[in-house]
């Protein structure tokens, strides 16, 4: 058995978050809407009807081109793609065949290892961009099947790669990397969940050290990074051991689609022809053009790419994992950049939103959605700040905001979370706290830096959280001084 290697390459469909369709004005914003609410003569393919192209869609296509370091053409156009299918209601489909809107792109991406740390970066190259329109939904139940249209002309990016990876890890990182790149660029929402990015995967397998590629197996329609890890890791075992039966790699090309449930593939088409699309150009829309002008203004105003992003927050003196975990979720990162302008410390930030929120949030089953507004984690921490409330208690607050959503001034008001900002209250807290707990006294006296720790928790204790520990510490350091000094 000669030593193997996998040759693997995707197509990514992307939608893009326009604020309409790609050639009519219906609503993009589809997920959870009635069926066929979202929908007009054109999306529906009426006959008579003119399909006018998305200019937000071409801008945002154009947008993710840049970002993933392609050429956008100066010329290209639509072209009709025909095929017959019941949630394609004009009998084709509005795509780009010969001259896509770009080509040549790059992707960096990290391979992470298990400590976390990232280790070595990769590229993988972008074959082409193009745009088309997403079709309709179908759902059989039983005998019959019904047909969703709010989906149909929803504005796609197909993105194609050169077949650069070599294994489902580095797939899943390309893909997830592609995901930041377009959430970045704006061009696409790209939320998994709700299946706005979608894979197909092809892959084969060659011997190590040969360039040839050898005939793939495609899988279809995986929705999940997990999906596209595992049906890529099956794929690969099972063109291995038929290698090792048949000594040699596939015939011909082949179509499989993935079985979330059972974990394995099923073969869909065998021997493969190139299907005859009967591709012509889109006779009702007319050519694009861009002018290197118009491209370089559109370069102009891209954000710096996820990478280096995350760069920058690590020189902030965030941990990788940290970094990343902010780059993947921008509400979190949205949160965190409007903290940052009033703490001026990254590790105290993180700490709030990527250890207290996230947490809180995950214990009490909410989304990111539903998290505390900007505004009022702002309030929250000036409270902290101002020293209203010890920031321990603002841990409580933070939890009471997630699952009550009220504010922070409201929780305060309403609960008594105030600290005590009587001095001679404290003190008298404080002496009590010394009575109580002489052994600890005793052996913080004799250097034993900790043991002040159970005083000020006994503090904390009788003070049902409303004592600055900060403040107790100082002024137990301060009492046991004095005492020293006096004897
Ligand atoms: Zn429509
Ligand atoms: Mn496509």
Redesign the pocket.
């Known amino acids: 058995m000669p030593l193997l290697e996998s040759v693997i390459g995707l197509e990514v469909?992307a939608q893009m978050n326009t604020r309409t369709k790609m050639f009519c004005g219906c609503s993009n914003d589809a997920y959870g809407a009635p069926p066929n609410t979202l929908i007009c003569p054109v999306c529906t393919g009426h006959p008579g009807t003119l399909p006018v192209p998305n200019r937000e869609a071409i801008l945002k296509a154009i947008r993710a081109s840049l970002a993933l370091h392609c050429t956008v053409q100066e010329d290209s156009h639509f072209d009709r793609k025909h095929y017959f299918y019941p949630d394609l209601p004009l009998g084709f489909q509005i795509?780009q065949y010969d001259f896509p809107l770009a080509r040549s792109g790059t992707v960096q991406y990290d391979i992470i290892d298990h400590s976390g740390n990232s280790t070595s970066a990769h590229t993988c190259r972008i074959h082409r961009l193009h745009m088309?329109n997403d079709a309709g939904k179908l759902t059989h139940r039983g005998s019959h099947t019904l047909c969703d249209f709010n989906r149909a002309g929803t504005p796609?990016m197909?993105i194609v790669t050169e077949p650069d990876i070599k294994s489902a890890d580095h797939a899943v990182a390309f893909a997830q990397e592609l995901r930041r790149i377009l959430i970045a660029a704006n061009a696409s929402d790209a939320d998994m969940f709700k299946g706005m990015m979608r894979f197909d995967a092809s892959i084969s397998l060659r011997e190590k050290g040969s360039i040839t590629l050898n005939p793939r197996s495609e899988i279809k329609n995986l929705n999940s990074f997990k999906a596209l890890e595992q049906a890529l890791m099956y794929e690969e075992k099972r063109l291995r051991s038929l290698w090792e039966k048949e000594g040699g790699p596939l015939h011909h090309n082949i179509t499989v689609g993935w079985l979330d449930d059972e974990g394995k593939t099923r073969l869909l088409r065998d021997k493969e022809e190139a299907a005859d699309y009967r591709y012509f150009p889109e006779p009702d829309i007319p050519p694009l053009h861009f002018t290197r002008k118009d491209i370089e203004t559109l370069a102009h105003d891209l954000p710096p790419p996820p990478r280096e992003q995350k760069e920058s927050l690590i020189k902030m003196g965030l941990t990788n994992s940290e970094a990343q975990q902010l780059i993947d979720e921008p509400e979190l990162r949205l949160r965190f950049d409007a903290l940052m302008q009033h703490t001026h410390d990254a590790k105290r930030t993180s700490g709030i939103i990527l250890t207290q929120l996230q947490g809180f949030l995950n214990a009490a089953g909410k989304n990111i959605s539903d998290a505390p507004s900007i505004d009022h984690l702002i309030e929250l921490i000036s409270h902290i700040d101002k020293g209203t409330i010890s920031a321990n208690a603002g841990k409580k607050i933070l939890q009471n905001m997630v699952k009550s959503g009220r504010s922070p001034s409201d929780i305060i008001a309403k609960e008594g979370f105030e600290q005590i900002a009587d001095d001679s209250a404290l003190e008298q807290i404080v002496q009590n706290a010394m009575c109580a707990n002489p052994q600890a006294i005793e052996s913080y006296k004799k250097g034993k830096e900790a043991a002040l720790g159970a005083v000020v928790g006994w503090v904390m204790k009788e003070s049902k959280g409303k004592a600055d520990p900060k403040k107790v510490n100082e002024l137990l350091k301060r009492r046991i001084q004095t005492k020293k000094e006096a004897t």
């Open positions: 469909h795509s088309e796609l197909e």
